[in-house]
């Protein structure tokens, strides 16, 4: 069922529409909740996807899907803000900073670990966007973007023209910012971060 018949059984039949977005993205969303939310409770987690399926459901009406917005890519970002907004709600155990400091432990600021979450979610879409490229695009994005490779030294590890390269980096960049809002990322401003 392709998701404009999804988000239509979703407005017309909310149980059956759910049923079939459960069965289709579940697993993803599953992913990124337990991601977001690694080292929480099973039950906080299940709460939290349980979450994501009744906003869907609550702004059913207002979800447009069209050529840079899909379903799952409005769907994950769901997923990601509401994690994001349970580990800021969550009430770190309170520990004194001289208990800490007795016993070696530096606490992370909840805002470093929420970071590191982010970061690394935001890391492994990215290279599994990458991944999705062709070749020579991906071995060119690798070099220039991971190797930190100039233009230059590129097209000679490659044996290409410094041009095609150039054109290839464009024109990668560009299909990675689709790729990329497919797999829940709601603008290029994380990409770049």
């Not at 069922?1 to 069965?23: C, F, T, V």
């Not at 399926?53 to 069209?66: G, M, P, Q, T």
């Not at 599994?128 to 590129?154: F, H």
Request: charged content about 30%.
């Amino acid at each position: 069922m392709d998701e404009n018949a999804l988000l239509q059984l979703l407005k017309d039949n909310a149980e059956r529409g759910l049923q079939a977005i459960i069965e289709t993205y579940g697993p993803a969303v599953h992913k990124i909740c337990s991601s977001y939310l690694s080292g929480c409770r099973q039950e906080d987690i299940e709460e939290a996807e349980s979450d994501v399926y009744v906003k869907l459901w609550k702004h059913r009406e207002s979800v447009i899907i069209n050529e840079t917005y899909s379903l799952k890519s409005y769907l994950f970002a769901i997923a990601r803000n509401t994690c994001i907004d349970r580990q800021r709600s969550a009430q770190p155990e309170a520990l004194s900073l001289e208990a800490a400091s007795e016993n070696g432990f530096e606490p992370a600021a909840p805002d470093q670990t929420e970071g590191t979450v982010a970061a690394g979610w935001l890391s492994d879409t990215v290279r599994s966007a990458v991944a999705e490229l062709d070749e020579p695009a991906r071995s060119i994005y690798y070099a220039r973007y991971y190797e930190g490779l100039s233009i230059r030294e590129v097209a000679a590890k490659l044996n290409l023209p410094e041009k095609k390269v150039e054109n290839t980096l464009r024109r990668s960049r560009k299909k990675l910012r689709s790729i990329l809002v497919k797999k829940g990322v709601t603008s290029y401003e994380e990409f770049e971060g």
